[in-house]
């Protein structure tokens, strides 16, 4: 960690001379609730605000009645020589909540910053934040990257986090620390609730978020919080505040209640939660279609573990038949058909994975569709119901699936943009019972792009953003391009760990491994880095701080941050 972030005297004096630069510089006010804190902790955290490189800031601390008499005299001690610092002593002990209130009373900054009594911030952590303000002037919460620290001071555990990515927030609070929110807001909004106690920070960005645009809601994907690890902290394990956890579920059920949304939240036994969504009792259509050509054993495969697997009723499917010459896979086409939902339909053209599925869509009855590789076999009976119900939410585009190779490593796990050059697969050869990154790895989480392996979207968006290029994209990429344009009608991709299906991947089409194919793959890389330019090496749902040249979540060097 010290490698991304030691700030050198050359730093300190760019950072001096940006601060000077800015119009209007933001009054910061820190928020820190105390109670009965270690007192070095206590002194070391204020302490780590008056080293603020950044020096327009207020901090406002509000003691919960504290039971040793010497927390009192250290904060007397501070306020007294630093008019900076404000101190309330509440007279009766209320909980984190209640004291958090008493501190936003001390408040007369634009912008308030949540810190522990325990933890520490970076000297440039208020630098960042003001910086952020001044370049997103109408910002309503900003979020950083943070780490741990033990008692012996070694930082370790760096979370280098996504910018906003709502499915992922509504799986655990990847907001947290540094979070920085405009106090007209805060205010509004009535402050921290009680009865959250050890989730208020939760169920505050919660109902914040739901008052702000996407475009208001800024992450810094800097390392500007040190989260103090020691026994009783939640940094030390999750489990030592379990009423937290409950407290964060219940946050979630009032947050869907508010916004009118039908889920319901369920705490995971890895601390994290699970929304589940609720299907409509006039249960949409979905048209599944799996484009083949020939691969009668593993055609057959995939329509019999649908068929027998899958809990989700309102289905066709749709067998685009790609010139297949094997007389068994031509008698399998006869036979199949007499199942009423299933339907083949006859594509001579030469292999054109784009226009296969474009033209047999416009053919679908359902009002969405699910894009099926012939390879793919069914794990998880919930699959198309837990694909559908993100699908349907207000705002979502395509919907991934958890994809697994046989041997029980994931083949999918969401698509990084910039991976190897263009795209690549999160968390790829990760074992299936592993948490990957933050467990992002078994978490609903807000991804660029999905594999049209298996992928389900509303049939009208599909329409709308033109379908999947045939004329440039006939083989590789083609999904990835879509959902970058699905994007970019204004929707958000979708990637759930809760639809398992295995990918035999690659079974019947093969691998890049003739000079007319390597061509071909070549002309669509190229298209593709023409196409989206920059954007592609800048991937929202992922780190400028992790490597674009694994797909393992691992630390990038040099990172990809703007220098100061």
């Not at 697997?309 to 036979?335: G, H, M, Q, R």
Request: charged residues 25%; glycine residues 6%.
């Amino acid at each position: 960690m010290l490698s991304y972030d030691t700030l050198s005297d050359q730093d300190r004096n760019k950072i001096n001379a940006r601060i000077k630069q800015f119009h209007n510089p933001p009054l910061i006010s820190v928020l820190m609730p105390v109670y009965n804190p270690p007192l070095n902790m206590l002194e070391e955290a204020i302490s780590s605000v008056q080293a603020q490189l950044y020096p327009n800031w207020e901090l406002c601390i509000a003691d919960d009645a504290s039971t040793n008499s010497k927390v009192r005299k250290v904060l007397k001690r501070y306020a007294d020589k630093d008019a900076r610092i404000k101190v309330i002593f509440r007279k009766k002990n209320g909980h984190i909540s209640a004291a958090s209130n008493s501190a936003v009373e001390l408040v007369t900054g634009d912008y308030l910053a949540l810190l522990d009594n325990d933890d520490l911030l970076p000297e440039q952590a208020l630098f960042w934040i003001a910086d952020a303000i001044v370049t997103n002037p109408d910002a309503g919460l900003l979020y950083s990257d943070e780490d741990k620290i033990d008692a012996a001071g070694q930082r370790y555990d760096p979370y280098f986090k996504p910018d906003w990515n709502p499915d992922l927030f509504l799986s655990h609070n990847m907001i947290c620390h540094l979070g920085v929110y405009r106090t007209e807001l805060v205010r509004k909004l009535g402050g921290f609730r009680e009865g959250y106690e050890g989730a208020q920070d939760y169920d505050l960005a919660l109902r914040c978020t739901a008052q702000l645009t996407a475009q208001q809601i800024v992450h810094i994907p800097r390392v500007l919080y040190h989260w103090r690890s020691h026994p009783g902290s939640t940094a030390q394990a999750g489990s030592e505040k379990n009423y937290a956890l409950t407290a964060g579920e219940r946050a979630l059920n009032d947050h869907f209640k508010r916004i009118k949304v039908s889920a319901k939240a369920k705490l995971l036994n890895f601390g994290m939660y699970k929304a589940h969504y609720s299907i409509p009792i006039d249960a949409p259509m979905v048209s599944l279609v799996i484009p083949t050509r020939n691969g009668l054993d593993l055609l057959k495969q995939c329509v019999d573990s649908i068929l027998t697997k899958t809990t989700y009723k309102n289905y066709e499917i749709l067998i685009v038949d790609n010139n297949s010459d094997c007389p068994k896979a031509l008698a399998y086409f006869v036979s199949i058909v007499k199942n009423k939902r299933i339907r083949v339909l006859r594509d001579n053209r030469p292999f054109n994975y784009s226009a296969l599925n474009n033209a047999a869509i416009k053919q679908a009855k359902g009002k969405y569709v699910a894009l099926i590789n012939n390879d793919i076999e069914v794990i998880s009976p919930e699959w198309l119901r837990e694909m559908l119900s993100l699908a349907i939410q207000p705002g979502v585009g395509a919907v991934g699936a958890r994809l697994l190779y046989p041997n029980d490593t994931l083949q999918h796990g969401g698509v990084v943009t910039g991976l190897g050059g263009v795209a690549g697969h999160s968390h790829k050869h990760l074992h299936k019972s592993a948490p990957g990154y933050f467990y992002r790895s078994q978490l609903i989480q807000t991804y660029s792009a999905v594999t049209a392996a298996c992928l389900v979207i509303k049939k009208s968006i599909f329409h709308e953003v033109c379908g999947l290029d045939e004329e440039n994209l006939a083989i590789a990429f083609n999904d990835v391009d879509f959902c970058l344009r699905v994007r970019e009608a204004g929707y958000r991709n979708v990637w759930t760990p809760y639809a398992e299906l295995y990918h035999h991947e690659s079974a019947t089409r093969g691998f890049e491994d003739t000079p007319e194919k390597q061509a071909r793959f070549s002309k669509e890389v190229l298209y593709m880095k023409k196409r989206w330019g920059d954007a592609l090496m800048n991937d929202p749902a992922y780190s400028p701080n992790l490597t674009l040249d694994r797909e393992d979540f691992s630390y990038a060097w040099p990172p990809r941050t703007n220098p100061l």
